[in-house]
């Protein structure tokens, strides 16, 4: 299981906006670059703030991007899909743009303790391999690959509510490990996607 299952009904309730950027001229590309700009600037920010010793603020930035962030990613496909506006910069856009946005984002936390760079540095790696892993799907014929248990809807939900407990609450001790078991969880969403991806090539030969 995995968010990205509801990802019909979000764009269902954006469907309207979307229409309307379509009719002011905006592009998907300028969605796509418009999220990584603002997730590097929020990633930025966030991790300035808390290098000041601001952490409790700057994280609550954190859920209200990712939500935003969230939705633009389902502008930017829902205009080059239903109003011709796929290209191949496109495709390599949607999905660099995703890893750095995710890489920017995911940044500060290392910062917060009892984290530390090397968990959160890990979770980091581990996030761009799973995008890697669904994306080569598509070099043996099986379809992009998003299965769970921690796809990029996922990731998104988990640090957005870690992010706004940070702000509100800071962070006790004991949470130390849990770098390590969302790295865990990677994996196996990395395992998932090439199993898949290898399921449906077989089915298909």
Known sequence: MTIYALKP????????LVHA???????????????MAGSILV??????????????SAFLIMPVFLFVRMALNAVDGMLAREH???????????ELGDVVSDAALYAPFALVSPFGPLGVGLFIVLAIVSEFAGVTAQSIGAP??????????????VLGALALW???FGLP?????????????????????????????????
């Not at 950027?21 to 999220?35: D, E, F, M, Y």
């Not at 990633?43 to 409790?56: E, T």
């Not at 969403?189 to 290898?198: F, K, Q, S, Y």
Request: hydrophobic fraction near 50%; aromatic fraction near 8%.
């Open 43 to 56: 990633g930025a920010v966030v991790g300035w703030l808390v290098h000041a010793g601001n952490a409790g």
């Open 173 to 205: 001790g004991w949470i130390w490990p849990l770098p390590w078991l969302l790295s865990a969880l990677l994996l196996l969403t990395i395992r998932n996607r090439i199993v898949a991806a290898l399921g449906h090539r077989r089915a298909a030969s």
């Open 9 to 16: 009904a979000f764009q269902g309730l954006l469907r309207p």
């Open 166 to 168: 940070v702000g509100l």
């Open 21 to 35: 950027l379509a009719g002011l001229g905006v592009t998907a590309n300028q969605v796509t670059l418009a999220a």
């Open 84 to 94: 011709g506006q796929k290209s191949d910069l496109g495709a390599f856009l949607n």
């Open 144 to 157: 992009r690959g998003y299965e769970g248990p921690l796809g990029k809807s996922d990731r998104a939900f």
